[in-house]
Each structure stands twice: as structure tokens, then as C-alpha cells.
């Protein structure tokens, strides 16, 4: 819980809106996301590098909803795209492509070219055949491409293996002592133009050691590459500080800052971020409503509407997510006389140990392991943190159609995505004669 979304009561709100009144008129699985949790955020970050020439690129892989994406693009963000798609995303959502910075490892020809059309600030590229390959497209349009290498600095970010890309056996970047070679074949390439460094080293990082680290290898860099007469513009510094999910104690988004700045004390280029989960990830929650209550003989489960094609962090990576009660209910304490719990109906009121899980045939398909809740069928339960790597990763496995998106703005809520509709789902299907 924050400011954003907290108990008033026994009922959760998300600002000055009951979540119980949005599952009621917008249906079961939602998603949540507040305002002034995303402005706020968005915010912290200006204000904490408002010291010197920088740019917000916000990662749009975390959420890309076009009403987040057009809000940050009105508080001056630029994003951080990995496709064609996100691309197209920003665009129709009103960002600007002079903010755009195109990550990735697979770029293709036809990616290229949409963004050299659209005219995006900087390629981060990451292999010596993307540099031939850029240099080819951006040559065939009579175009000059800007490039960022995305040097791999080999540090250990200490986060979940599957969300670590800063090691030498990640696939991502270029190899550390590969990359002035590199800089030197780039900057001799008629239709590119070398005109930053990149880094970006994993995600939910809670430490700022691991970013100061990497900042130095780069800058190290940097300034070899001025010795030998290629001056940058700019420092991509990436994204990845984390948030608090359960216990986790990351850096402030000011002391983060604070670590980033010290280590580029001295130095005139432009700094660029790319935050994702950081700006997105408590601004978010998931609804689901109780469709039964299992009581077994070792394990009692909450069955919920909501699955891990909704949200599949916790099937994943084994994601830990707070599971709040929407609306609290009074424990019934559980009489001494009868461990199995009470006589019809209150078992179901007393606080229990549950495994809350979706209706998928797959053991993966579980939000949280034995958390306590007095619930009962029908209650409706918040999957905190949820608005980071959530709608974004969902699927239609199972044919579910996907959730349904509201942002609340102090007490108005905006749906700002309608749920599918199952039609929609095999509307470019065809039967075979
Ligand atoms: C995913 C990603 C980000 C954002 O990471 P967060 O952990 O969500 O902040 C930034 N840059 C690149 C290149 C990424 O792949």
C-alpha cells in the first residue's frame, strides 16, 4: 500500500474510489492504475535530475496503455521502445519520435526503417551486424541513422536471473572490450552517426552499487573514445530500479538520482533514463473476484477469476505480489474445539492460510502461496503492484480475453481499456474448406 491505494475503513481505494464500486461497474479480472501515482512518479524523476540536461524515456515494455504512455508524454517524457509496435504506440498516444530511443536485440529491416521515417533520437544498438545492418537501411532511404552503442559493462545487477542483462553471458549489448573496435567501425559508416553510450543492466535492482558500477565502466569508456577523437552526446544510463513488492528496501527514486549524479560529477554530456517499472509498477493494482473457496486437507485455496495470462509474474519469475482483501472483513476466530474450522459458512470467514490461484490448468497459475485472509466467496481481492509488466505481458491463453484497464483520477474513473470480447480473439482466424 502508498498514498495512492490504501484502506479507508475496511474498504480499499485507489485515491477517492472504492475498488469494490470499480469491480462492480467494470467487471472482474481489472486493472487499477492511479493518476497521481504515475505523475508523481514522473515527477520525482524530473525533479531529482532537474540539475542538469536529461531525458525521461520512459520503457514503455513496463505498460504500454496509450492513456499511461500520453500521460507521461504530457509531462515531457520520451519513451524507451524495444518494437515497431511500441513504436506505433507512442506515436498514436501523442509522444514525440525526436524522444524516442529504440533498444533491442533483433531490430528488424522493417523496424529500421519505421523509425528512421518517424525520425526517433537514437538506435541502441547491440552487435556489430546491427551497425552493417542500420547502416544499410538508413543508406537505401538516403537517411543518416543516430547510434548509441549498448556496451554490456559486465557487473552483477543482483536481481532474478531472467531479469539480469548485464552480465557477459547475457545476450544483450556489446561486449565491453569489443566496443571501442566497434565505435570506430561505426563512426566510420557513411549513413550512421555516433552520437551516445548505452547501458542497461537488469530490472528490479535494489541496490544503487550495481548503478554506480556500471555508470564508471561506461565513463570509462567514454573517455577513450574522446581520446581517440569520437565525442558523445549523450549517456544512456537505461532503467531498472525497483520497487517494493513485499520487503524489499530499493533506493528512493531521489537516492538513486543522487548515486547517478555523483558518479557524473564533472561531465557536460546529456543524461538519459529509461524507467519502467519504477514509474508504473505501484501505480497499479489487479482486481479479481473469489469464484470458490477449496478447503483441502493440507492446502485451502482461493480460486479467483483472474490467471496468469492476466498477470504471469508470479508463474514467471515467482513473483511475490501483496493480495489485499478489497473490502476487510471481521476474522471469526477459530474455536479450539474444531481445527477443521467452524460449522457451515464461517469457515469460510476465518482467517486461513490460502493459496490464491487462477482457474488455469497449469500449477504455475498462482498469484501468492499461504497468504492469511478471512475471505469469503464472491469478496473481490487487489494483486498489489500489479501495474508494472502486468496487461503487458498478458495473454489469451486459454481464450480468456484480456482484462479491462480503468485509471482513477482522484474520484473519477476513466476506462482506458474495454475488456475483449471472446470474438475478438479469432476474428483473424479462418476456417480451412
Ligand atoms: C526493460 C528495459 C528497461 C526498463 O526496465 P525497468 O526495470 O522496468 O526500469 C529499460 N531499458 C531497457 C533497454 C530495457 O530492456
Given amino acids: 500500500m502508498n498514498e495512492y491505494f490504501g484502506y479507508k475503513q475496511d474498504r480499499l481505494f485507489a485515491e477517492n474510489v472504492a475498488l ?20 508523481d512518479g514522473y515527477r520525482q524523476f524530473a525533479e ?30 520520451g519513451f524507451d521502445i524495444v518494437s515497431g509496435g511500441e513504436l506505433q504506440r507512442v506515436l498514436a498516444a501523442g509522444g514525440a519520435a525526436s524522444k ?17 521515417e518517424a525520425g526517433i533520437l537514437c538506435f541502441n544498438v547491440e552487435s556489430s551486424s546491427e551497425l552493417d545492418r542500420l547502416n544499410t ?15 554490456n559493462p559486465d557487473v552483477d545487477a543482483k536481481t532474478h536471473p531472467y531479469i539480469s542483462t548485464g552480465l557477459k553471458q547475457n545476450k544483450f549489448g556489446v561486449a565491453y572490450t569489443e566496443a571501442l573496435a ?22 528490479q535492482l535494489t541496490e544503487t552499487s550495481p548503478f554506480i558500477a556500471a555508470a564508471e565502466k561506461v565513463l570509462a569508456l567514454v573517455d577513450q573514445l574522446a581520446a581517440s577523437g569520437i565525442a558523445l552526446e549523450h549517456l544512456d544510463l537505461g532503467g531498472g530500479l525497483g520497487i517494493r513488492y513485499d520487503d524489499e528496501t530499493p533506493p528512493s527514486i531521489a537516492e538513486y538520482a543522487k ?32 469464484e ?16 496468469m495470462n492476466d498477470l504471469m509474474r508470479p508463474a514467471l519469475y515467482d513473483a511475490y505480489h501483496r493480495i489485499l482483501p478489497v473490502v476487510r472483513r471481521q476474522d471469526i476466530p477459530s474455536p479450539q474445539s474444531s481445527p477443521a474450522g467452524g460449522r457451515g459458512g464461517e469457515r469460510e470467514r476465518q482467517s486461513l492460510l490460502y493459496d490464491v490461484v487462477g482457474p488455469i490448468c497449469e500449477t504455475g497459475d498462482f498469484f501468492g502461496h499461504a497468504r492469511k485472509m478471512a475471505v469469503d466467496k464472491g469478496d473481490t481481492l487487489a494483486v498489489m503492484s500489479a501495474g508494472a509488466y502486468g496487461m503487458s505481458m ?28 471472446v470474438s475478438q480473439l479469432y476474428a483473424a482466424e479462418k476456417i480451412v474448406a
Fill in 20 to 39: 469494490d464500486d470499480i469491480a462492480r461497474r467494470f467487471g472482474t479480472p481489472c486493472y487499477v492504475y492511479s493518476r497521481a501515482a504515475l505523475t
Fill in 48 to 77: 531529482a535530475f532537474k540539475s542538469r540536461e536529461h531525458l525521461i524515456c520512459y520503457a514503455v515494455k513496463a505498460n504500454s496503455n496509450l492513456a499511461i504512455l500520453n500521460l507521461f508524454a504530457r509531462l515531457g517524457a
Fill in 100 to 116: 524516442v530511443v529504440f533498444s533491442g536485440v533483433g531490430k528488424s529491416e522493417a523496424e529500421m526503417r519505421q523509425a528512421l
Fill in 137 to 151: 537501411v538508413a543508406g537505401s532511404m538516403g537517411k543518416v541513422a543516430p547510434v548509441s552503442l549498448r556496451v
Fill in 182 to 203: 566497434l565505435y570506430r567501425k561505426a563512426a566510420a559508416m557513411s549513413h550512421l552517426r555516433v552520437t551516445g553510450m548505452d547501458c542497461h543492466i537488469g530490472s
Fill in 259 to 290: 548515486a547517478l549524479l555523483g558518479a557524473l560529477q564533472g561531465r557536460s554530456e546529456k543524461i538519459i533514463v529509461e524507467p519502467g517499472r519504477v514509474l508504473v509498477g505501484n501505480a497499479g493494482v489487479l482486481l479479481t473476484r473469489i
Fill in 292 to 307: 470458490y473457496l477449496k478447503h483441502g486437507e493440507e492446502k485451502n485455496f482461493a480460486i479467483v477469476d483472474a490467471a
Fill in 394 to 421: 498478458s495473454s489469451n491463453y486459454n481464450t480468456r480475453p484480456r482484462a479491462a484497464e480503468v485509471m482513477v483520477d482522484d474520484a473519477v474513473v476513466h476506462l482506458v481499456r474495454e475488456r475483449e470480447t
